[in-house]
């Protein structure tokens, strides 16, 4: 960011030139721009700001550009890639930057910006995660010189004032930042005679100096000192050549970006909120239970705790809304993890009582949500009865009343009608059914008959708020990231599809096409969103979200982040994940068809089922692995169909609609109609085979299918997924399968790319600017090739699982070969824990000990604590920004912790749509803070791979730097030039260094 301030000097010019500079590379037919707030440089119309000119310097491609200004002239700015016409292509993320010029500009003068591109992964030690946790200090600089302010004259010709500028986050006290280099002015490397920086605020440092012809061309780096020594910028000097030969005088600001340092590196703990346990909680882990964990946390050097989901998800009053990513409100927090004792200072002890005695009968293997959920509302009912009057008139509760309203009324309402009318189906409701605020502001308002019973849930989401958000600030205290999930979806039976149903189609349902979890796909059940609609208001709906999160959290992950550059979308009637589409997407017109010769539409679009397909053993393909997007590996296995039983399966369910060749019948020509049908199927037909395998086989023929048709425009067309596994692909004459093939390919890896991207780049960064957390994308699945290069241009911290790795050929990924720019870990709650997936399969076990752990031996069926360190040291040791460990996977290193089956410690079954989150830690917070062996080897982890882990000293008023030991050999991390205890006696010279 440019902020020149008034220089003194003599009486303005009638205009002055201002000329800008910036590296960067582009593809052919892509050019640069700048645009701004004055009319100059566009008025923020793209079409007519400042295009650059590129030019050659040694390896660099430079782009210039200049204008002409008046007097007192200033702008806000930003660069923009732009296209032949000028359609914006990508666009610096952060800050704009701010052009005021220097009153001290003589004629013939020029001021020249020097400039580098802004990414996304500039702006991450500026959110919270590392401003307000991990750099935050007890102490504040004062500014010593205004951003842009210079002290210097230009008084001769051919002379340069050069304006040195870096952003540097984080200082210790009484540190300071100076700029050497191989000029006499910098001190010619010596750092006791080099121009020392004044602190310009918002963690940007500045000085200047003038600069004549013998100092060209100049060599250049940044450093620190201070008590603590002295610090040099990684990598290699930075350069400046300027021609002075002209005899033009001129001003020249370096904005030189962030300052290069080592790049930091921490490590974290991942565990459900509800896994967690205590010995203070009913049946399931509470937000106070936060508390504990951050303490073992920062005791095992950990900077980060991360939580799924904690939004209330009551949507059927049962076991199935234990799945955390299907939301009732975007907003509400979860009853479950409300800790009644704490909601009152003055609880009876009869109730007293009865919490002592359900904390008992709750204390069982693996959550009950639903008997934990009751009982807690249960009591806290009773608690509120007591002193509704008291807390409902005090000054914190009309605040938090106030200031969360718009989502609360509605909420509370819609958890009375649910419990009113027994179902959260709002077709059920009668007039409720239909949202108004009209309807709203009567059913909450005083004088209704369910005031109190409205009340109670305001209550209960107050109280909520208070325990995490007192949790929260916590872990802020003590130098934790708290880092929470945002889902992909919601309910289709929420507050948020209820009040805002035309954010939604409500006639289709979100899911993921085949991967490594399912090789049928995924079906989330929730409606897509309607991002036309959403755009309107410039996503407020996303934006409310993200500010509510924002209370409590200071990073997040962003759940399945493919799904914000284009989504699997299926029919509302599907039950699979298997026969959808993306949206948005680019489909196959009946007239692309038409041109290659395929004019039977109802051929490739209806199930394929001929008297062969249902009568014999066929042989089904399904997916082994799915590693890319270019690695599909598959393998055949055989699947009877329905033998001699297949006539009565087939007057069942299908007409013969020629001789030989079936269709389903009207009432069950869908997946959730075959359901319903099969139930009455089977409660009469003599058949012993299972409801299970029969659904199965039914589905097998039902996808049969090599085109989809889209049921809104019945002219375009989507290849179903894995087309040629599908009998319907394969009957055809090889001309037939040719043109499909190659569609196929087109449509999934080609055509949609441009789309996808300029579709993300819409919605993500209304998300990244909502709040100022620390944002991590689960990038998992089939990868589009645009999402990566976004990513990285907004700054998304990117997701590595050993196990799937994103890399084509690789069955483990490489954790050294990971990038800076992503959260690695051995394992997720999606996926098997590492000690289940060890045990699962013996000669994946065999590969990956011979080709990770370089051994030839056969390896133990057990996962000892010797393979789990090995393993756990491999991510702590790989380049990646974060290492998260699933609690599960550091119990591991203790034989202790290993009694307990691995299949149990499962936290979810992508397979099972109606899995149950449960999985409970059979150890508790406490047995665990006291068990120093565990902390000790998993420190030593993390201190032994030179990762940052929070100091313990930060309540006394030290800053949170975090300490680290020196990075290891073969790290692949940048050296860092250092010497501690300097003095400015010794005169030490760090040229020999660069």
Sequence with gaps: MVNLGLISGDKPLKSRKVSFRIPYYTQWGQHLLICGSDRLLGSWNVKRGLLLKPSHQGEELIWCGSIQVPPGFQSEYSYYVVDDTRNILRWEVGKKRKLLLPDGLQDGQLLELHDLWQTGSDNIPFRSAFKDVIFRTSWSLDVERPLGITQNKLDQDGSV???FRICCPYLEEGTSIYVLGSSLKLGQWKIQEGLKLAYAGDSFWQADC??????????????????????????????LSID?????????VLSDGLMREMPWRGAGVAVPMFSVRSEADLGVGEFLDLKLLVDWAVESGFHLVQLLPINDTSVNCMWWDSYPYSSLSVFALHPLYLRVEAISESIPEDIKQEIREARIQLDKKDVDYE??????????????????????????????????QEWLKPYAAFCFLRDFFETSERSQWGRFSEFSKEKLEKLVSKESLHYEVVCFHYYIQFHLHLQLSEAAEYARKKGVVLKGDLPIGVDRNSVDTWVYPNLFRMNTSTGAPPDYFDKNGQNWGFPTYNWEEMSKDNYGWWRARLTQMGKYFTAYRIDHVLGFFRIWELPAHAMTGLCGKFRPSIPISQEELESEGLWDFNRLTQPYIGKELLQYIESFPFLENLNSSSNFCSQSKLKEKFGASWTIVASAFLNEYQKGFYEFKEECNTEKKIVSALKSFLETSILVESEENLRRKLFDLLQNVALIKDPEEPRKFYPRFNIEDTTSFKDLDPRSQNVLKRLYHDYYFCRQEGLWRQNALKTL?????????????????????????????????????????SEPGLEFGIPSQYGYMTVNAPSCHDCSTLRAWWEEDEERRHRF????????????????????????????????MWSIFPLQDLLALKEDYTTRPAIEETINDPTNPKHY??????????????????????????????????????ESGQANGGESAKPQLGSELPSLTQTNGLSKKEGVVFEGAF
């Excluded at 002075?244 to 020249?252: A, D, H, I």
Aim: charged fraction near 25%; include cysteine; proline fraction near 5%.
């Design 210 to 239: 003038v600069m004549g012809k013998d100092d060209f061309p100049l060599k250049y780096k940044y450093c620190k000192y201070g008590k603590a020594g002295t610090s040099v910028e990684c990598g290699a000097s930075r350069e």
């Design 371 to 404: 008997a934990s959920l009751a009982t807690k509302l249960s009591i806290a009912k009773k608690i509120f009865v007591r002193e509704k009057e008291t807390v409902l008139n005090s000054k914190s509760f009309q605040e938090f009343f106030s200031e969360n």
């Design 917 to 954: 989150w449960r999985y409970r830690v059979h150890v508790t917070m406490e047995s665990l803070l006291d068990d120093k062996d565990l902390t000790k080897a998993i420190k030593d982890l993390v201190r032994g791979s030179g990762r940052f882990y929070p100091r313990k000293d930060l």
């Design 849 to 880: 000990f011979q080709a990770v752990m370089g051994s030839d031996e056969l390896p133990p069926d057990q996962c000892t604590p010797e393979i789990v360190h090995f393993v756990l040291r491999q991510h702590v040791e790989a380049p990646s």
């Design 765 to 805: 960064p209304v998300l990244l600017d909502s709040s100022d957390m620390l944002a991590c994308g689960e990038d998992l699945g089939l990868i589009p090739s645009c999402v990566h290069p976004v990513m990285q241009e907004l700054g998304l911290v990117g997701l590595r699982i050993q196990r799937m790795p």
């Design 244 to 252: 002075v030969t002209t005899g033009e005088s001129r001003f020249v």
């Design 161 to 163: 004032i050069l304006q």
